[in-house]
């Protein structure tokens, strides 16, 4: 029975209630069409408006508004002595907020409009072209453009070219610098602290906008890295990488490659632990984040507070195993002159893996030991015959740590072995293991000629050669403090490592690490170049 019907069966009149309830449903929806009606034709206005669109600015009035509010604003604070530069900085920000707004609303507009109707794919003009608006989170607020969309009958597809021309994504609202903003700081810091310093710097993201964008370029970030290592695939790819770096050198350079690795914890399967547990599997798991760095040696110079520091490096990290890091190092290296380097030297700590890499990829790269960890071994066994950090351990390992920088690796090797049968079983074990590691390595331990050059330039008596050699490193210390960085940020436990994905967002610190942010962002490029 419908609502009419009952209210004119006059027989079986409905309680007053009812029919006062029915009443207001009809004027209701009466309201709710004219509403419809009257938005309708707001929108249909709107658009029309935004059609006729050809640039952005604003009016005289719109102007005279401006200089008003900003005017009343100064004379406020002229009125408090107390207030400084920075409530005017202030004041004159929030003031050219909306003005601003609208600029970018109407040139955002203008370009839409400007962009023709045809598929971005196969250039053929769009059927049943329609017009539909779309609001944007941009860096002055909230933009709502209209912008003409059709279907392509040779890709059937539907298209919105104004929304490719203007760098914006599918469902997601941020307009490219707002992209590029989550992007950095979600790289730099967590989503909670990323969320208050974009509010503070008066942009308008919330935690969900955050997030999602940052995941969404991470993928993005992921994937032209993926397509920079294709170029490793083709001949021409290579030589296209090859000659990016800035024309031939001046001089021979010596290419240093640092290679070293950390573990992060991520939680894959969150939600998920009791289901987990229940097999009789652990929810949390370690992976190694493999990291490595480029540089030539001539960038390489020294602060006036005696810190090495270098001009120009490349980076690369990745979770994603050895063959990923190999790839993307090549590529780094390539970028950094291998084609053109005199002579490339590898320097890592002892990890079998890192050696067997080197070997497969770069075999005629002369391998270097990290001297610090080539002490820190022979210091573990001083400690373990004599004490941790006892006199008696300095002046057992003082003597060895001497031969090692004289490249006496064969003298240490054998005092290590003389001193075995002298010791109970399992200091034995352990002695052997660094019996072991120092045979291993003894061909990666040559030291001596950079510690002589480095004397003789303190002395000042170093030659050409010497000074040139005085500022080859001994260790890996320019990859472990790049490491080190990469773990404040990443190496943080929470539920944010399955919503983000730590190599998407690693994928991002390394293209900002590398100057290379722009070739993400476009609009970036008058950017200093941050290395
Ligand atoms: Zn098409």
């Given at each position: 029975m419908?609502?009419?019907?009952i209210?004119?069966?006059?027989?079986?009149?409905?309680?007053?209630?009812?029919?006062?309830?029915?009443?207001?449903?009809?004027?209701?929806?009466e309201?709710?069409?004219?509403?419809i009606?009257?938005?309708?034709?707001?929108l249909?206005?709107?658009?029309?408006?935004?059609?006729?669109?050809?640039?952005?600015?604003?009016t005289?009035?719109?102007?005279?508004?401006?200089?008003?509010?900003l005017d009343?604003?100064?004379?406020?604070m002229?009125?408090?002595?107390?207030?400084?530069?920075?409530?005017?900085?202030?004041?004159?920000?929030?003031?050219?907020?909306?003005?601003?707004?609208?600029?970018?609303?109407r040139?955002?507009?203008?370009?839409?409009?400007?962009?023709?109707?045809?598929?971005?794919?196969?250039?053929?003009?769009?059927?049943?072209?329609?017009?539909?608006?779309?609001?944007?989170?941009?860096?002055?607020?909230?933009?709502?453009?209209?912008?003409?969309y059709?279907?392509?009958?040779?890709?059937?597809?539907?298209?919105?070219?104004?929304?490719y021309?203007?760098?914006?994504?599918?469902?997601?609202?941020?307009s490219?610098?707002?992209?590029?903003?989550?992007?950095?700081?979600?790289?730099?810091?967590?989503?909670?602290?990323?969320?208050?310093?974009?509010?503070?710097?008066?942009?308008?993201?919330?935690?969900?906008?955050?997030?999602?964008?940052?995941?969404?370029?991470?993928?993005?970030?992921?994937?032209?890295?993926?397509q920079t290592?294709?170029?490793?695939?083709?001949?021409?790819?290579?030589?296209?990488?090859?000659?990016?770096?800035?024309?031939?050198?001046a001089q021979?350079?010596?290419?240093?490659?640092?290679?070293?690795?950390?573990?992060?914890?991520?939680?894959?399967?969150?939600?998920?632990?009791?289901?987990?547990?229940?097999?009789?599997?652990?929810?949390?798991?370690?992976?190694?984040?493999?990291?490595?760095?480029?540089f030539?040696?001539?960038?390489?110079?020294q602060?006036?507070?005696?810190?090495?520091?270098?001009?120009?490096?490349?980076?690369?990290?990745?979770?994603?195993?050895?063959d990923p890091?190999?790839?993307?190092?090549?590529?780094?290296?390539?970028?950094?002159?291998?084609?053109?380097?005199?002579?490339?030297?590898?320097?890592?700590?002892?990890?079998?893996?890192?050696?067997?890499?080197?070997?497969?990829?770069?075999?005629?790269?002369?391998?270097?030991?990290d001297?610090?960890?080539?002490?820190e071994?022979?210091?573990?066994?001083?400690?373990d015959?004599?004490?941790?950090?006892t006199?008696?351990?300095?002046?057992?390992?003082?003597?060895?740590?001497?031969?090692?920088?004289?490249?006496q690796?064969?003298?240490?090797?054998?005092?290590l072995?003389?001193?075995?049968?002298?010791?109970l079983?399992?200091?034995?074990?352990?002695?052997?293991?660094?019996?072991?590691?120092f045979?291993?390595?003894?061909?990666?331990?040559?030291?001596?000629?950079?510690?002589?050059?480095?004397?003789?330039?303190?002395?000042?008596?170093?030659?050409?050669?010497?000074?040139?050699?005085?500022?080859?490193?001994?260790?890996?210390?320019?990859?472990?403090?790049t490491?080190?960085?990469?773990?404040?940020?990443?190496?943080?436990?929470?539920?944010?490592?399955?919503?983000?994905?730590?190599?998407?967002?690693?994928?991002l610190?390394?293209?900002?690490?590398?100057?290379?942010?722009?070739?993400?962002?476009p609009?970036?490029?008058s950017?200093?170049?941050?290395?």
């Open positions: 419908t609502n009419s019907s209210a004119k069966d006059k027989t079986r009149r409905a309680p007053a209630k009812v029919r006062q309830a029915i009443r207001q449903t009809q004027a209701i929806n309201q709710l069409t004219d509403n009606m009257a938005e309708g034709g707001a249909a206005n709107a658009a029309a408006k935004a059609a006729a669109l050809s640039k952005g600015g604003l005289e009035a719109e102007i005279q508004v401006w200089v008003k509010d009343a604003r100064l004379a406020v002229a009125q408090h002595p107390e207030q400084n530069l920075g409530h005017l900085e202030e004041q004159i920000a929030r003031s050219a907020k909306e003005p601003l707004r609208l600029v970018a609303e040139a955002a507009q203008a370009k839409a409009n400007a962009t023709p109707c045809c598929c971005r794919d196969c250039q053929l003009p769009l059927v049943s072209q329609k017009y539909l608006a779309r609001t944007i989170d941009s860096r002055f607020g909230p933009l709502r453009i209209f912008r003409g059709g279907w392509c009958p040779q890709c059937q597809e539907w298209h919105f070219p104004a929304d021309a203007l760098g914006l994504a599918k469902k997601a609202p941020a490219p610098y707002l992209q590029e903003i989550s992007a950095l700081l979600v790289s730099k810091m967590p989503p909670e602290q990323a969320c208050l310093v974009a509010e503070r710097l008066g942009l308008d993201l919330s935690r969900c906008t955050l997030d999602r964008e940052a995941r969404r370029q991470g993928l993005k970030a992921e994937l032209m890295r993926a290592i294709a170029q490793l695939d083709t001949w021409e790819g290579i030589q296209q990488l090859a000659s990016q770096t800035d024309g031939p050198p021979p350079f010596t290419l240093i490659i640092e290679i070293d690795a950390w573990n992060i914890r991520e939680r894959d399967d969150w939600g998920q632990t009791k289901a987990l547990r229940e097999q009789n599997k652990k929810p949390e798991r370690w992976h190694w984040v493999y990291m490595a760095t480029v030539r040696l001539d960038h390489r110079g602060t006036a507070g005696a810190r090495a520091l270098i001009s120009q490096r490349g980076y690369v990290a990745t979770r994603l195993g050895l890091l190999m790839h993307q190092l090549y590529r780094e290296a390539l970028r950094s002159g291998l084609g053109q380097a005199k002579q490339v030297l590898v320097i890592a700590d002892g990890a079998v893996w890192i050696w067997n890499l080197v070997k497969d990829r770069f075999p005629e790269a002369r391998q270097q030991l001297l610090w960890h080539a002490e071994h022979l210091w573990a066994v001083a400690n015959l004599h004490g941790r950090g006199p008696e351990a300095r002046s057992w390992v003082e003597p060895l740590l001497q031969q090692i920088r004289e490249d690796t064969t003298l240490v090797i054998a005092t072995t003389e001193l075995k049968p002298r010791l079983q399992a200091q034995q074990e352990k002695l052997q293991t660094q019996i072991q590691y045979e291993h390595n003894a061909h990666r331990m040559q030291y001596k000629e950079v510690i002589a050059a480095r004397a003789a330039l303190e002395s000042g008596t170093a030659t050409d050669e010497q000074i040139k050699l005085a500022n080859q490193p001994l260790g890996s210390g320019a990859i472990e403090s490491c080190r960085q990469y773990q404040c940020r990443f190496k943080r436990t929470g539920q944010f490592w399955t919503m983000v994905g730590d190599e998407a967002l690693m994928c610190e390394t293209f900002w690490r590398n100057g290379r942010w722009h070739e993400l962002y609009h970036a490029k950017s200093v170049a941050l290395n």
